[in-house]
Each structure stands twice: as structure tokens, then as C-alpha cells.
């Protein structure tokens, strides 16, 4: 048996606690890395520069879209800078959490509007109307939100995170998507905190997304949840149908229509719109319009105050069993090309409207029966006038699209190209 002496017993335990150090070292930097956590420049989380956007309010030759599509939130500077940020008390899912807030909270408005009313003696007054969300897209005052936040509104204020309240005007409209442009005009000193555009067609049922908005006048309040379905064909408040719409289990309750759907990099990939709910509050499932859909959206409604879009030049009335059986159709689904417009597309594609006269609705209208019956659109099929409305609301003038009609009891396909 051999024995050690306590010199060597006392070297031996100093060696093996260096050991032990060393070996904690190394796993908690692999750990570092492989996490991608990184606390000077948030790499990890593809933020963006903020060099960019303190250019944003100064380029003037660039258009509107231009400018809000090279937007980068300066806030992840901001975060990024705190040194008494300390990673190491919270989780990664946390640390994406605060970050995504940081960088985003002071970007979501609280949107109140007044509405018009009249009195007993049909004199008007002005009464508090609804509110809602909205999304800061361009230092210059520019804020995207719901067409349904502010429809009918006589006036529209804008609260922002400091507490200060300015009117705002609306830029432009568009039913189909249900999305509106905004714009308030901020002090010459304020430094805006903005929100960019990510991609919704690149989004994955299961991937973690953030809402932040005003639900119950609560102002930038974040609730965190999973992409829970793609591709959604959702009829909003507006009777239109909006197709891809992004699925999610985040709460999103009344106040939160118009704020932003954001990824973990704080990138804006949907617009919360509406909720599925028997009681009218969240249910766990919400949704938003999707990004790209916005993108398109924005572009035009900068620039020219609405949406271009692509239309068929003709007179189209919703079909149903009743016309159907008098007309003689074979179908009671689709939409009825009462008219043509002459030498227009869908004359020039060889589209037919109806020859016998009859009155509609009121009696004051009159269709013509026996027109072509569109059921299809490229892939798309119609059954309705949202259905049409909705294949057609992303085609642009100039697109060329296939149109399935019925004819004497037999399917035609027909090309058309789309006018303005």
C-alpha cells in the first residue's frame, strides 16, 4: 500500500480544482455559442443598422416605399448599449422576449378615433368612436393599422409611448386587404422609433411570434404565442375575403387590430386583424394580414392614395338560386356577367354578358340574365363576389389571368388580360 504525503495531497486537490475550473470555462463558452447570444452587437438576431434609418427622414429623392422598406429600428443600438443588461439572469426564449419589446414597444401607437353623430333634433355632435393599434413604418410619421380602427372616423389621434397626442390624417385606404395608412406630423426634435417589414412567405406552422398592442385601451402590451396555420382564406368586417392570412395562438383581443405581428428579430411579418372568438375576446386563434400583402399594399397606397389592381371590365352580379332558376342555369354558385363593357378585356377575351332584361334588388336595377358565369380564377374558385374580388386582389394591370366560365351547361377557359 503506498502512502502520499500531505504535500502531495494538497498539490493533488489544487490540480484537480484547476481542472474543474477549466472544464466549466469551456462548456459554459460552448454553450455561449451555441445559444448566439451575444450582448454587443445582437447579431444573433439579425438586427438591423441604425445607420440606415437616421438617413430615412433626410433622403428626399427616394419614394415613400423606398424609404420605409430600408427603415431599421435604431433601437437594437439602444439595447445593445445597455451595459447593465445582464443575459446571464434570463433564458434565451426570455432574452429574444425582452429584446423584441425593447426594440419594438415604443413603435406601437394606441389609435383613438371621434365619430360624427346626430341629436333628437338632427343636429350633429362629436362622440368617441373605437380604438386600436398601429405600427410606426417611417420616421416621418407614417403608421399602417386596420382599415375597421378607423373607418367612419371624423377624427383620428395617435398616442404614442411617451404619452403625447397628435392628429393624424389618413393617407389611403384599402377595403380588400383591410389595411390604411396614416400620418401624423411629429415634432422637428422627435426621433421616431420604427418597425420593418419581414417576410411572411418565409414563416413555418410552429415558429414563436410576438404581438404587441392596446388590448382594452392597455397600451404596448406583448403576448407571445406560435404561427398555428398558413394560408388562411379569412372573410373580414368588410365582406372581402383575405387569402394567406397568418394563424396564431398569440391573445390578441379587441385594441389589438392594427398592431404589429413581429418574428423573434423584431421584424414585422403580419398586421393582427381579426380574432375567432363566440364571446368576442381571444380564444387562441387571431389573425394578421400577412406581410407581403402589406408590402404591396403600402407601396400603392403611398403613392397614389389606393391600390391599383388589376379588373375584369365588367358588369359581374353575385348569382344565387333564384336568378339561377329563372335564367335557366344549370349552377346556383358563381358571379354573373351581366354586361360587358364594349371593346374592353373581357369583351376582347371573349367573355359574353346576358341578353334578357330583368329587374334587381329594388326594382330599380336592371341585370341582364343569361351572361357567362365566372367559377374560376386561375386556381381560385368563385362562388361569390368576395371570392372574385379576393382572386383578383393581388393581380396588377397588364396580369394575365385564366378564367373558367360556364356556358350552355359546358366549362369554357378563357384569358384575360387585366385592365386598370
Not at 392596446?214 to 396555420?229: A, C, D, H, K, Q
Not at 373580414?236 to 423573434?264: F, W, Y
Not at 329563372?326 to 371593346?343: H, K, L, P, R
Request: charge should be negative.
Amino acid at each position: 500500500m503506498k502512502l502520499y504525503s500531505r504535500v502531495q495531497v494538497v498539490k493533488l486537490s489544487i490540480i484537480i480544482f484547476v481542472l474543474a475550473v477549466f472544464l466549466t470555462s469551456m462548456m459554459f463558452l460552448a454553450c455561449s455559442k451555441k445559444s448566439g447570444i451575444k450582448t454587443e452587437n445582437n447579431s444573433s438576431f439579425d438586427s438591423n443598422s441604425s445607420d440606415k434609418s437616421a438617413e430615412l427622414g433626410e433622403t428626399k429623392n427616394k419614394s415613400h416605399l423606398e424609404s420605409i422598406l430600408e427603415t431599421n429600428d435604431s433601437s437594437s443600438q439602444k439595447f445593445s448599449d445597455n451595459g447593465d443588461f445582464d443575459f446571464s439572469s434570463y433564458s434565451q426564449e426570455e432574452v429574444q422576449n425582452i429584446y423584441v419589446y425593447e426594440m419594438c414597444n415604443e413603435a406601437v401607437v394606441n389609435i383613438t378615433t371621434k365619430v360624427m353623430n346626430y341629436n333628437w333634433f338632427l343636429e350633429p355632435y362629436v362622440q368617441d368612436g373605437g380604438s386600436g393599434s398601429g405600427s410606426i413604418i417611417d420616421k416621418r410619421g407614417y403608421i399602417l393599422t386596420n382599415v375597421h380602427v378607423i373607418q367612419g372616423a371624423s377624427e383620428i389621434y395617435v398616442s404614442l409611448h411617451d404619452g403625447s397626442q397628435y392628429k393624424a390624417e389618413v393617407v389611403g385606404t384599402d377595403l380588400d386587404s383591410d389595411l390604411a395608412v396614416i400620418k401624423f406630423e411629429p415634432p422637428k426634435n422627435m426621433e421616431l422609433q420604427t418597425i420593418s417589414f419581414g417576410k411572411s412567405e418565409d414563416l413555418k406552422v410552429g415558429q414563436r411570434v410576438i404581438a404587441i398592442g392596446n388590448p382594452f385601451g392597455l397600451e404596448r402590451t406583448m403576448t407571445t404565442g406560435i404561427v398555428s396555420g398558413l394560408g388562411r382564406p379569412i372573410q373580414n368586417s368588410n365582406q372581402r375575403i383575405i387569402r394567406n392570412m397568418v394563424q396564431t395562438d398569440a391573445a390578441i383581443n379587441p385594441g389589438n387590430s392594427g398592431g404589429p405581428l413581429l418574428d423573434t428579430a423584431g421584424r414585422m411579418i403580419g398586421i393582427n386583424t381579426m380574432i375567432k372568438s363566440s364571446s368576442g375576446s381571444s380564444a387562441g386563434v387571431g389573425f394578421a394580414v400577412p406581410s407581403e400583402t402589406a408590402v404591396r399594399v403600402v407601396a400603392d397606397l403611398l403613392e397614389y392614395g389606393e391600390v391599383r389592381r388589376g379588373v375584369i371590365q365588367a358588369n359581374i352580379i353575385q348569382l344565387n338560386k333564384r336568378i339561377a332558376q329563372y335564367a335557366g342555369y344549370d349552377i346556383s354558385q358563381g358571379v354573373m356577367i351581366s354586361e360587358v363593357t364594349e371593346n374592353g378585356n373581357a369583351q376582347k377575351a371573349g367573355l359574353c354578358g346576358g341578353s334578357e332584361a330583368a329587374y334587381y334588388g329594388s326594382r330599380r336595377d336592371i341585370i341582364y340574365l343569361g351572361g357567362d358565369v365566372i367559377i374560376k380564377i386561375d386556381n381560385i374558385e368563385v362562388n361569390s363576389l368576395a371570392d372574385y374580388y379576393s382572386a383578383l386582389e393581388s393581380k396588377r394591370p397588364g396580369d394575365s389571368v385564366m378564367v373558367t366560365v360556364r356556358r350552355n351547361k359546358k366549362n369554357i377557359q378563357m384569358r384575360v388580360v387585366l385592365a386598370e
